[in-house]
């Protein structure tokens, strides 16, 4: 059994809409160990970000209830200045929008010099400047030196995303979380992105929280994977059994999506409705039951729980069992190569 | 940046040539002269054509443009009718006068702007932000010449704690440190009241750019990062939110040749705006034109100092 880095135990992370909470992460429980890639899967609005803002303490009009341990601190209960020193320093965030993310009228080298030295105020400037040196080489960015004068602006959005990952890598995190980070990104940057923190990962030792969309990047990175749906986890089981013996309905709703490159495909398969908003998200009984009305009643449990099936492989809910597709010869199987 | 300017500045030369030509017709346009209803009643009218036809006042309306162009460009305004004195001379004090006045204005502006939008963006929607924002409805709906008048009155006549009328006691030497607190003291109290009915604009401006920065990405990112609250805002948020404040300076300068037609007004206070409605009411059509032509170019000078100093904080418009 590996060692956990992270520990989240129970935690809801609700916001205010008109008079009343409602939680985006509701009830969550999940471990990340150190040295793995835990990827996060789940269409937009499952409460992926959600979580991961949570993880960082970065929300800030958002009810967070539960813990997150981290070695032997409580995210979820600090206080702001000692968030601070978490914050860049243990853990590292990549987000999504690299065009939006950095400071338009601050120069790269005094971007990512923040950082460095926000946690480590004794640094000598001269040192500060080497290291963003070699933090930028470090991410491939040609002509280290020049970019380091460089505006965000002067970039192009590669670019600009290799300099968030120099940002969160700088004070060397134990625990990095990557927000849908090629999300933004045209296809053939997205692979250098994901090359680089997967070069960047063996190079580290740190655990990586990914969370993506993209079942192709998750088979590509992931150790790990805990498929999310409307706020709650439905499967977890590491990234071989899952695409090899996935059980949930939602997790094989989203496996079939897939297009298959090897095989004529007339329709590609959809999963029927869409992921209900905070307000009418379904708090009882098993929340993707509206999206497979063909499955009967009776096959979902009252109140679903994450049961483990195997070691390490956890399903919510016992309508997997009852689950199939209306149309059988729809489904192929998703071994990984 | 230095072509920019460059190419700016030369655009600027056909504005000024149709500019100049708009206010000399406008001007002529005007009912009356300088001699009607300043001469006495028993002067034959005749003599009058005659002194009109020697200025050359009945001349083609171009003729006369060319004339009074070509002093313009030398930098001979003519002389004034009212004043009996060169132009340049008259526009020198008074110029300077309302610079002064402009200056104190624009720094009280600042004063009470910049940390009242600061606090209203911060903490938006919370009782200090309602209140501030009250404030700035009130300076916005509160007409100047009234706000002036009742400051006049209640600061110079009743408690008499300004001067009421001038901009300088007379009998004091210039150049004297006397001189210099007497100027002072007489444009603290118009400078008073223009800013503090004339700051909403900024401190609406100010607060709108915090409260729209406060939810960019790169904030995000800031804390992230692991920076303090203070650290975000004084850092990112405010140095993104005061652009467009930057921006508007430019304008602002404009005024400081402008001068205040309400205020210097109200206080007797011999700015370039009191200059202006002079002339005006007494077709004193060297200055007016004088006036307007220096206000025209001030304005055109201050949209391109808006540009400059934009290109110069915001590296995105910096220009090569």
Known sequence: ?337 | MWKFSVRRTLIMIPQLIVLSILIFVLGQLMPGDALSGQVGPDVDPARLDEIREQMGWNDPWHEQYARWMGGVLQGDLGESFRFKMPVTELIGQRIVNSFWLSVATLILTYIIAIPLGITSGRFNDTWRDQLITGYSYVGFATPLFIFALVMLWLFGFTLGWFPTSGSVTPGLEPGTFEYVMSKLYHLLLPAISMALITTYSTIQYLRNEIVDTKQKDFIITARAKGASETRVYNRHILRNSLLPIAAFLGFEITGLIGGSIFIENIFGYPGMGQLLVESISLRDYTVLTAVTLLFGIASILGALLSDIILSIVDPRIRIK
């Open chain 1, 1 to 337: 059994m590996a060692d956990k880095l992270l520990e989240i135990k129970n935690l809801t992370t609700s916001f205010r809409i008109k008079d009343d909470y409602h939680a985006a992460v509701d009830n969550l429980s999940l471990t990340v160990n150190k040295n793995e890639v835990l990827a996060i899967v789940g269409e937009s609005g499952c409460g992926k970000s959600a979580l991961a803002f949570s993880i960082m303490g970065l929300h800030t009009r958002a009810k967070i209830d539960g813990d997150i341990l981290y070695r032997d601190h409580n995210i979820a209960k600090m206080t702001p200045s000692e968030l601070n020193k978490v914050r860049g320093k243990d853990i590292g965030m990549i987000f999504q929008d690299p065009l939006t993310s950095l400071n338009p009228l601050m120069q790269i080298e005094e971007q990512i010099g923040e950082t460095l030295l926000l946690h480590n105020k004794e640094m000598s400037k001269t040192a500060r400047q080497e290291r963003v040196l070699d933090l930028l080489n470090k991410v491939g960015i040609p002509r280290a030196e020049y970019v380091m004068n460089q505006f965000p602006h002067e970039l192009s959005g590669g670019m600009r995303q290799r300099v968030m990952i120099a940002m969160a890598i700088a004070n060397k995190p134990e625990l990095l979380i990557a927000d849908e980070p090629t999300t933004a990104l045209d296809v053939t940057i997205q692979s250098q992105i994901l090359d680089l923190i997967n070069k960047l990962k063996d190079e580290m030792n740190a655990g990586i929280v990914l969370i993506t969309h993209d079942l192709g990047v998750v088979a590509e990175m992931a150790d790990r994977v805990a498929v999310m749906y409307a706020g709650q986890i439905v499967e977890v089981a590491d990234v071989k059994t899952l695409f090899a013996n996935p059980l949930h309905p939602y997790t094989r709703s989203l496996l079939n999506s897939v297009p298959n490159s090897d095989q004529e495909q007339d329709q590609l398969h959809v999963i029927q409705g869409i992921v209900p908003s905070l307000q009418n998200l379904p708090r009882e009984g098993c929340r993707f039951s509206a999206r497979i009305p063909w499955v009967d009643e009776s096959a979902h449990e009252k109140h679903p729980e994450l049961r483990e099936v195997d070691p390490g492989h956890q399903v919510r809910c016992t309508c997997y069992k009852h689950f199939s597709f209306p149309d059988e010869t729809k489904e192929e199987q998703h071994v990984l190569s």
